[in-house]
């Protein structure tokens, strides 16, 4: 009798006792912006699958979340693709109408908004508070400064000759641009949003990211075949890291969460290069990854690699351990950018 008196009870006290609440399961998503396809695709990072196409416009490259991970922001172009060796007088005239940042509303996946850019972007950062994007204008040599809540460029600043990438130091303070035709590094101080200083660098530099204290800036140059090591608050190189791997034009760069390793894409020499960050030397190469392997993303854990195919029109999915490509996801023409999103 009192056993089941004690049951009963039990049975009591669990019904009314609140349901316990499942925290939500982190989904990583990777966004590849798709410059000859005009649109962003989305892979699911547990199935490695394709779940959804989102067009966007003329030529996405650059992208960015937002710091509440809402939202992806895409640079978007309407000038004819070029490069090195296109003769530009005989490409069609620029569609400025075409040119802007677009931003996404990741749960609807959606094109809800275009931002004014200036002429031609290709990449850009925006501000740890969210407000400000800073965008590397290539065909004018110039770096806009816009305003996300009013939807305006706020200011215009001159830079080098087809500007490129571009990082905001993680204490907001400075910006590094990236001007691959004046083998430079531009630096904007934020808080007269005026240049202030510019970095010389090996021929044509091309991506720039800084260490999570803001101590550090590594940027690749495409023709230097180097990585150049800056110290961000003199605003200088420290040292170059050569890249050794055959071919290598080193583009797309990102560090290892633990920030002992950078993972730097070749380009047309096809493979990634993994630089010990202590050492200051490439410590292997990751060969045969794909034709033309531009932007790159790696997961919270450091365990994946995610590599834009340029030419390939593929995700290519890597062990950054082993160094094995684990898989290839086809999407869109021409990928370009990759962005690696973990959040519920």
Aim: proline share 7%; net charge neutral; aromatic share 4%.
């Amino acid at each position: 009798m009192r056993c089941r008196v004690a049951l009963a009870l039990l049975a009591l006290a669990l019904a009314a006792a609140p349901a316990c609440k499942r925290a939500p399961q982190s989904t990583t998503r990777i966004y590849v912006s798709n410059e000859d396809g005009g649109s962003i695709s989305v892979i699911d990072g547990q199935t490695e699958a394709v779940v959804a196409t989102i067009p966007v416009g003329k030529r996405p490259r650059g992208m960015r979340l937002s710091p509440d991970g809402r939202s992806l922001y895409v640079a978007l172009s309407g000038s004819a693709k070029g490069g090195p060796g296109v003769d530009e007088s005989k490409l069609p005239p620029p569609d400025r109408l075409a040119d802007g940042i677009g931003v996404i509303d990741l749960a609807a996946r959606k094109l809800v908004r275009v931002l004014p850019s200036g002429a031609d972007p290709e990449a850009f950062d925006v501000t740890a508070d969210g407000k400000t994007l800073y965008v590397s204008n290539e065909d004018t040599g110039q770096t806009s400064v816009v305003d996300v809540a009013s939807g305006a460029i706020r200011k215009s600043i001159d830079v080098g000759r087809e500007p490129e990438g571009v990082a905001v130091r993680p204490d907001g303070r400075f910006v590094y641009v990236t001007s691959e035709s004046s083998n430079e590094v531009d630096v904007i101080d934020t808080a007269h949003d005026e240049l202030t200083t510019r970095i010389p660098t090996q021929a044509r530099p091309r991506a720039v990211v800084f260490s999570r204290d803001g101590k550090r800036a590594y940027v690749t140059t495409e023709a230097g075949a180097t990585v150049h090591v800056v110290d961000a608050a003199a605003h200088a190189v420290l040292s170059d890291v050569h890249v050794p791997q055959k071919g290598a034009r080193p583009m797309g760069i990102v560090l290892s969460p633990d920030e002992t390793h950078a993972y730097v894409t070749n380009g047309r020499g096809g493979s990634i290069s993994v630089v010990n960050v202590a050492t200051g030397t490439v410590e292997r190469a990751i060969e045969g990854v794909a034709p033309r392997p531009w932007g790159i993303g790696i997961t919270r854990d450091g365990r994946t690699l995610y590599v834009a195919g340029g030419s390939s029109n593929e995700l290519v999915i890597v062990d950054a351990a082993t160094g094995v490509t684990r898989k290839t996801v086809p999407v869109g023409a021409g990928p370009w950018g990759v962005v690696v999103s973990d959040g519920p």
